[in-house]
Protein backbone atom coordinates (compact mmCIF):
# COMPACT_ATOMS: atom_id res chain seq x y z
CA UNK A 1 0.00 0.00 0.00
CA UNK A 2 3.04 2.33 0.90
CA UNK A 3 4.78 1.45 -2.33
CA UNK A 4 1.14 2.36 -4.63
CA UNK A 5 0.86 5.20 -2.84
CA UNK A 6 4.30 6.69 -3.21
CA UNK A 7 3.61 5.99 -7.25
CA UNK A 8 1.02 7.36 -6.94
CA UNK A 9 2.61 10.66 -5.47
CA UNK A 10 5.27 10.58 -8.21
CA UNK A 11 2.89 9.93 -10.99
CA UNK A 12 0.42 13.37 -9.59
CA UNK A 13 3.68 15.25 -9.38
CA UNK A 14 5.28 14.33 -12.52
CA UNK A 15 1.47 15.10 -13.99
CA UNK A 16 2.18 18.43 -12.64
CA UNK A 17 5.35 19.28 -13.80
CA UNK A 18 4.62 18.27 -17.59
CA UNK A 19 1.71 20.93 -17.06
CA UNK A 20 3.58 23.69 -15.69
CA UNK A 21 6.23 23.05 -18.30
CA UNK A 22 3.26 23.33 -20.88
CA UNK A 23 2.27 26.44 -19.33
CA UNK A 24 5.62 27.92 -19.31
CA UNK A 25 5.84 27.41 -23.25
CA UNK A 26 2.27 28.24 -24.16
CA UNK A 27 0.33 29.89 -21.23
CA UNK A 28 2.32 32.72 -20.42
CA UNK A 29 2.82 33.48 -23.99
CA UNK A 30 -0.82 33.67 -25.08
CA UNK A 31 -1.77 35.55 -21.88
CA UNK A 32 -3.27 39.60 -22.90
CA UNK A 33 -1.56 42.71 -22.01
CA UNK A 34 -5.24 43.48 -20.15
CA UNK A 35 -4.78 39.68 -18.28
CA UNK A 36 -1.54 41.16 -17.27
CA UNK A 37 -2.95 44.44 -15.48
CA UNK A 38 -5.18 42.24 -13.36
CA UNK A 39 -4.21 42.38 -9.77
CA UNK A 40 -3.36 38.27 -9.42
CA UNK A 41 -0.54 39.01 -11.66
CA UNK A 42 1.16 41.56 -9.61
CA UNK A 43 2.81 39.18 -7.62
CA UNK A 44 5.08 38.21 -10.49
CA UNK A 45 5.91 42.04 -10.59
CA UNK A 46 9.37 41.56 -7.97
CA UNK A 47 9.27 45.23 -8.40
CA UNK A 48 6.23 45.45 -6.16
CA UNK A 49 5.08 44.77 -2.49
CA UNK A 50 2.28 44.59 -0.21
CA UNK A 51 1.37 48.45 1.48
CA UNK A 52 -1.36 47.94 3.98
CA UNK A 53 -3.36 51.47 2.86
CA UNK A 54 -3.25 51.25 -0.80
CA UNK A 55 -3.26 47.54 -1.27
CA UNK A 56 0.46 47.42 -3.37
CA UNK A 57 3.35 50.04 -3.58
CA UNK A 58 6.73 49.98 -5.33
CA UNK A 59 9.19 48.17 -3.76
CA UNK A 60 12.43 50.69 -2.43
CA UNK A 61 15.87 50.11 -3.58
CA UNK A 62 14.65 48.12 -6.35
CA UNK A 63 17.13 47.95 -8.76
CA UNK A 64 17.50 46.22 -12.37
CA UNK A 65 18.58 47.61 -15.76
CA UNK A 66 15.84 49.41 -17.31
CA UNK A 67 13.97 49.96 -13.61
CA UNK A 68 15.04 51.72 -10.75
CA UNK A 69 13.25 52.69 -7.48
CA UNK A 70 14.82 55.00 -5.15
CA UNK A 71 14.88 54.36 -1.46
CA UNK A 72 11.72 56.45 -0.89
CA UNK A 73 9.91 53.97 -3.31
CA UNK A 74 9.86 56.46 -6.27
CA UNK A 75 10.69 55.40 -9.82
CA UNK A 76 14.29 57.00 -10.94
CA UNK A 77 17.31 58.03 -9.11
CA UNK A 78 17.34 59.31 -5.75
CA UNK A 79 16.05 62.97 -5.11
CA UNK A 80 18.90 65.90 -4.15
CA UNK A 81 19.45 66.74 -0.93
CA UNK A 82 18.87 70.47 -1.87
CA UNK A 83 15.26 69.52 -2.62
CA UNK A 84 14.07 72.03 -1.08
CA UNK A 85 15.45 74.83 -2.79
CA UNK A 86 14.17 73.48 -6.06
CA UNK A 87 10.52 73.20 -8.00
CA UNK A 88 9.13 70.24 -7.39
CA UNK A 89 6.97 68.74 -9.47
CA UNK A 90 4.77 65.60 -8.19
CA UNK A 91 3.49 63.28 -11.02
CA UNK A 92 1.11 60.91 -9.94
CA UNK A 93 -0.86 58.40 -12.03
CA UNK A 94 -0.92 54.87 -13.11
CA UNK A 95 1.12 52.66 -15.25
CA UNK A 96 1.09 55.65 -18.04
CA UNK A 97 2.81 57.70 -15.86
CA UNK A 98 5.26 55.03 -14.37
CA UNK A 99 6.00 54.89 -17.57
CA UNK A 100 5.21 50.97 -18.79
CA UNK A 101 7.64 49.50 -20.23
CA UNK A 102 10.00 52.31 -21.35
CA UNK A 103 13.12 53.02 -18.86
CA UNK A 104 13.40 55.56 -16.16
CA UNK A 105 14.80 58.50 -18.75
CA UNK A 106 11.78 57.83 -20.93
CA UNK A 107 9.11 58.19 -18.76
CA UNK A 108 8.02 61.21 -19.48
CA UNK A 109 8.09 62.73 -15.74
CA UNK A 110 12.03 62.25 -16.18
CA UNK A 111 11.76 63.76 -19.74
CA UNK A 112 9.82 66.25 -18.03
CA UNK A 113 12.45 67.35 -16.03
CA UNK A 114 14.97 67.22 -18.57
CA UNK A 115 13.30 69.67 -20.90
CA UNK A 116 12.34 72.02 -18.06
CA UNK A 117 16.32 72.45 -17.03
CA UNK A 118 17.64 72.48 -20.53
CA UNK A 119 15.29 75.97 -20.40
CA UNK A 120 16.92 76.98 -17.15
CA UNK A 121 20.11 76.00 -17.09
CA UNK A 122 20.69 75.55 -13.63
CA UNK A 123 18.81 72.23 -12.59
CA UNK A 124 16.60 73.78 -10.86
CA UNK A 125 13.68 71.90 -11.41
CA UNK A 126 13.13 68.07 -10.24
CA UNK A 127 10.15 66.37 -11.23
CA UNK A 128 9.55 63.20 -9.11
CA UNK A 129 7.85 60.11 -10.66
CA UNK A 130 5.15 59.07 -8.40
CA UNK A 131 3.02 56.26 -10.68
CA UNK A 132 2.41 53.32 -9.93
CA UNK A 133 0.95 50.31 -12.61
CA UNK A 134 -2.19 49.59 -11.78
CA UNK A 135 -2.95 52.26 -9.56
CA UNK A 136 -6.80 53.31 -9.09
CA UNK A 137 -8.22 56.81 -8.59
CA UNK A 138 -8.54 55.89 -5.16
CA UNK A 139 -5.11 54.81 -4.99
CA UNK A 140 -3.61 57.13 -6.04
CA UNK A 141 -5.99 59.46 -3.79
CA UNK A 142 -4.29 57.84 -1.08
CA UNK A 143 -0.86 58.04 -2.59
CA UNK A 144 -1.56 62.08 -2.46
CA UNK A 145 -2.67 62.12 0.78
CA UNK A 146 0.74 60.38 1.82
CA UNK A 147 2.94 61.84 -0.20
CA UNK A 148 1.90 65.20 0.32
CA UNK A 149 2.65 64.78 4.50
CA UNK A 150 6.44 64.33 3.14
CA UNK A 151 7.08 66.90 0.37
CA UNK A 152 6.03 69.96 -0.51
CA UNK A 153 5.68 70.28 -4.42
CA UNK A 154 4.83 73.41 -6.10
CA UNK A 155 2.98 71.26 -8.77
CA UNK A 156 1.24 68.52 -8.77
CA UNK A 157 0.63 66.39 -12.01
CA UNK A 158 -2.24 63.86 -12.39
CA UNK A 159 -2.82 61.21 -15.08
CA UNK A 160 -5.41 58.89 -14.31
CA UNK A 161 -8.17 56.63 -16.18
CA UNK A 162 -7.68 53.30 -17.34
CA UNK A 163 -7.54 51.48 -14.33
CA UNK A 164 -11.06 52.43 -13.10
CA UNK A 165 -12.28 51.47 -16.62
CA UNK A 166 -10.92 48.70 -16.12
CA UNK A 167 -12.04 47.88 -12.85
CA UNK A 168 -15.29 49.24 -14.34
CA UNK A 169 -15.66 45.74 -16.47
CA UNK A 170 -16.33 43.56 -12.88
CA UNK A 171 -20.40 42.68 -12.80
CA UNK A 172 -19.96 42.85 -8.96
CA UNK A 173 -18.00 46.12 -8.72
CA UNK A 174 -17.64 47.60 -5.31
CA UNK A 175 -15.73 50.31 -3.96
CA UNK A 176 -13.52 47.61 -2.11
CA UNK A 177 -12.71 47.01 -5.95
CA UNK A 178 -10.41 49.66 -6.27
CA UNK A 179 -8.05 48.43 -3.40
CA UNK A 180 -7.74 44.82 -3.92
CA UNK A 181 -6.28 43.22 -0.76
CA UNK A 182 -2.58 41.66 -1.59
CA UNK A 183 -2.61 37.94 -1.52
CA UNK A 184 -1.03 35.82 1.19
CA UNK A 185 2.72 34.90 1.34
CA UNK A 186 1.40 31.33 0.73
CA UNK A 187 -0.17 32.40 -3.24
CA UNK A 188 2.22 35.11 -3.50
CA UNK A 189 4.43 32.39 -4.14
CA UNK A 190 2.02 30.36 -5.99
CA UNK A 191 1.06 33.25 -8.80
CA UNK A 192 4.55 34.54 -8.34
CA UNK A 193 6.52 30.75 -9.56
CA UNK A 194 3.36 28.76 -11.32
CA UNK A 195 2.04 29.87 -14.73
CA UNK A 196 -0.65 26.98 -13.68
CA UNK A 197 -2.11 29.00 -10.71
CA UNK A 198 -2.09 32.87 -12.41
CA UNK A 199 -3.82 31.15 -15.33
CA UNK A 200 -6.42 29.55 -12.97
CA UNK A 201 -6.69 33.09 -10.69
CA UNK A 202 -6.96 35.26 -14.08
CA UNK A 203 -9.44 32.82 -15.60
CA UNK A 204 -12.65 34.64 -16.20
CA UNK A 205 -15.67 32.56 -13.81
CA UNK A 206 -19.40 32.63 -15.61
CA UNK A 207 -20.80 33.94 -18.69
CA UNK A 208 -18.93 36.58 -20.61
CA UNK A 209 -20.30 39.56 -20.45
CA UNK A 210 -20.39 41.92 -23.25
CA UNK A 211 -20.00 46.11 -23.90
CA UNK A 212 -20.71 46.02 -19.89
CA UNK A 213 -19.46 48.77 -17.01
CA UNK A 214 -20.60 49.68 -13.86
CA UNK A 215 -22.26 53.13 -13.42
CA UNK A 216 -21.28 53.36 -9.88
CA UNK A 217 -17.91 52.83 -10.43
CA UNK A 218 -18.10 55.49 -13.10
CA UNK A 219 -19.67 57.92 -10.32
CA UNK A 220 -16.75 56.63 -7.83
CA UNK A 221 -14.17 57.63 -10.51
CA UNK A 222 -15.62 61.09 -10.65
CA UNK A 223 -15.84 61.03 -6.81
CA UNK A 224 -12.06 60.46 -6.81
CA UNK A 225 -11.01 62.96 -9.45
CA UNK A 226 -12.46 65.91 -7.73
CA UNK A 227 -11.23 65.13 -4.53
CA UNK A 228 -7.42 64.26 -5.65
CA UNK A 229 -7.96 68.45 -7.07
CA UNK A 230 -9.44 69.54 -3.91
CA UNK A 231 -6.82 67.98 -1.73
CA UNK A 232 -4.43 69.40 -3.40
CA UNK A 233 -6.16 73.01 -3.63
CA UNK A 234 -6.84 73.05 0.25
CA UNK A 235 -2.91 72.82 0.63
CA UNK A 236 -2.35 76.03 -1.85
CA UNK A 237 -0.34 73.66 -4.37
CA UNK A 238 -1.34 73.82 -8.02
CA UNK A 239 -2.38 70.29 -9.68
CA UNK A 240 -2.77 69.82 -13.26
CA UNK A 241 -4.33 66.80 -15.05
CA UNK A 242 -2.88 65.06 -18.06
CA UNK A 243 -4.93 63.52 -20.85
CA UNK A 244 -4.48 59.98 -20.46
CA UNK A 245 -2.94 58.64 -23.94
CA UNK A 246 -5.22 56.48 -25.96
CA UNK A 247 -4.51 54.78 -29.74
CA UNK A 248 -7.76 53.59 -30.74
CA UNK A 249 -6.15 52.23 -33.72
CA UNK A 250 -3.92 49.62 -31.74
CA UNK A 251 -7.17 48.25 -30.22
CA UNK A 252 -7.65 44.42 -31.82
CA UNK A 253 -9.72 43.79 -34.54
CA UNK A 254 -12.01 41.30 -32.26
CA UNK A 255 -12.13 43.96 -29.22
CA UNK A 256 -10.36 43.32 -25.70
CA UNK A 257 -11.39 41.05 -23.30
CA UNK A 258 -10.92 42.51 -19.93
CA UNK A 259 -11.12 39.81 -16.83
CA UNK A 260 -14.65 38.25 -18.60
CA UNK A 261 -15.97 41.17 -20.05
CA UNK A 262 -15.65 41.47 -23.69
CA UNK A 263 -15.19 45.27 -25.18
CA UNK A 264 -15.67 45.66 -28.96
CA UNK A 265 -13.60 47.68 -31.40
CA UNK A 266 -16.24 50.03 -31.27
CA UNK A 267 -17.58 50.22 -27.89
CA UNK A 268 -14.33 50.70 -25.99
CA UNK A 269 -13.46 54.17 -27.59
CA UNK A 270 -17.21 55.19 -26.23
CA UNK A 271 -16.15 54.15 -22.84
CA UNK A 272 -13.08 56.05 -22.80
CA UNK A 273 -14.79 59.20 -23.78
CA UNK A 274 -17.42 58.51 -21.05
CA UNK A 275 -14.80 58.40 -18.01
CA UNK A 276 -13.09 61.44 -20.04
CA UNK A 277 -15.98 63.25 -19.81
CA UNK A 278 -16.49 62.24 -15.88
CA UNK A 279 -12.82 63.54 -15.21
CA UNK A 280 -13.22 66.96 -17.34
CA UNK A 281 -16.85 66.95 -15.47
CA UNK A 282 -15.18 66.94 -11.94
CA UNK A 283 -12.39 69.32 -12.64
CA UNK A 284 -14.51 71.94 -14.26
CA UNK A 285 -16.00 71.83 -10.68
CA UNK A 286 -12.69 72.04 -8.85
CA UNK A 287 -11.93 74.90 -11.38
CA UNK A 288 -8.81 72.53 -12.27
CA UNK A 289 -7.37 72.44 -16.00
CA UNK A 290 -6.80 69.40 -18.20
CA UNK A 291 -3.47 69.56 -20.46
CA UNK A 292 -4.54 67.87 -23.80
CA UNK A 293 -1.56 66.52 -25.66
CA UNK A 294 -1.28 64.88 -29.48
CA UNK A 295 -1.81 61.28 -28.15
CA UNK A 296 -4.81 62.02 -25.42
CA UNK A 297 -8.16 59.90 -25.86
CA UNK A 298 -9.68 62.97 -27.26
CA UNK A 299 -7.14 63.25 -30.49
CA UNK A 300 -7.67 59.93 -31.11
CA UNK A 301 -4.33 59.40 -31.94
CA UNK A 302 -3.35 56.93 -34.43
CA UNK A 303 -0.77 53.76 -33.72
CA UNK A 304 2.35 55.80 -34.18
CA UNK A 305 4.19 56.32 -30.26
CA UNK A 306 2.11 53.81 -28.79
CA UNK A 307 3.42 50.06 -27.90
CA UNK A 308 -0.02 49.22 -27.09
CA UNK A 309 -3.52 50.58 -27.34
CA UNK A 310 -2.66 53.44 -23.40
CA UNK A 311 0.94 52.95 -23.19
CA UNK A 312 3.16 55.43 -25.07
CA UNK A 313 6.51 54.51 -26.57
CA UNK A 314 9.72 56.57 -26.14
CA UNK A 315 8.88 59.41 -28.74
CA UNK A 316 5.25 59.35 -27.11
CA UNK A 317 6.59 60.13 -23.46
CA UNK A 318 8.45 62.96 -24.81
CA UNK A 319 5.99 64.30 -26.58
CA UNK A 320 3.92 64.06 -23.79
CA UNK A 321 6.47 65.65 -21.52
CA UNK A 322 7.22 68.54 -23.91
CA UNK A 323 3.69 69.60 -24.36
CA UNK A 324 3.08 69.90 -20.40
CA UNK A 325 6.59 71.80 -20.16
CA UNK A 326 5.26 74.34 -22.83
CA UNK A 327 1.82 74.89 -20.99
CA UNK A 328 3.79 75.46 -17.50
CA UNK A 329 6.07 78.21 -19.22
CA UNK A 330 2.97 79.82 -20.77
CA UNK A 331 1.79 79.65 -17.17
CA UNK A 332 4.58 81.01 -15.84
CA UNK A 333 4.76 84.07 -17.94
CA UNK A 334 1.02 84.85 -17.81
CA UNK A 335 1.39 84.51 -13.77
CA UNK A 336 4.47 87.09 -14.40
CA UNK A 337 2.40 89.30 -16.11
Not at 152 to 174: A, G, H, K, M
Amino acid sequence: MLGVLVVNILVTIALWLCLEAIAWLFVDEQVSLLSKIQFVTMTSRDFVVADSDRGFRLRANFSVPALHVNSQGLRGKELPKDLVDKRLILALGESTTFGWPVTDDEAYPSRLEAILNSATLDNSNVVVNAGVPSYSSKQVLLYTEYLLTRFRPDIVLVSILWNDLFYSSLEDWTPQSLIPSYPSKLRQTLLAYSPVCRWLASKPTGPQLVDFYSRDALMEYKRNVAQIARLCKSRGISVLFVEPPFSEQMISDTGETIWKNHFSRKFLPKLADIFLSAQIEALESQEVPLIRHPLGISERSTSENFLDFVHPDEKGNEIIAQVIANYLENKGRSEKK
